[in-house]
């Protein structure tokens, strides 16, 4: 993929554009590395695949800080490898995070039409 085709398709995905010439540039000066990176994870099997994902919300009770009241919510989240990792977001970063979700899923389906 040329840099100018993945800059534009960054761009129509919402991401600014510094930072999609940024990409864009880092792509066209190592992208037979990067592919070649990607290629050797999936051949060898160091691909990490979610095997387990669960999340929780909560309200904090009491703090030093006043934050009493505060909404949280606790991710669970486990690979095929057997790694987990636990993460706690405040409601400002789980809304980050699930907008970067939904972005993502807007990314796939835009692929998966070009495909068809």
Known sequence: MAGNVLENYLLSTGIDAPRAESI?????GSAN???EACLQRVLHG???KLADF??????TTAGSEGDAGKCFVRLKIGTSHGQTKCIELDMNQFETFRIGLERAENQLEQL???EQ
């Not at 864009?24 to 066209?28: M, S």
């Not at 669960?54 to 309200?59: A, L």
Request: net charge negative; aromatic share 10%.
């Open 24 to 28: 864009a540039l880092a792509w066209n």
């Open 33 to 35: 590395d990067i592919r």
């Open 54 to 59: 669960e999340w929780t919300v909560g309200v």
């Open 46 to 48: 160091t691909t990490h």
């Open 112 to 114: 998966e039409r070009q």
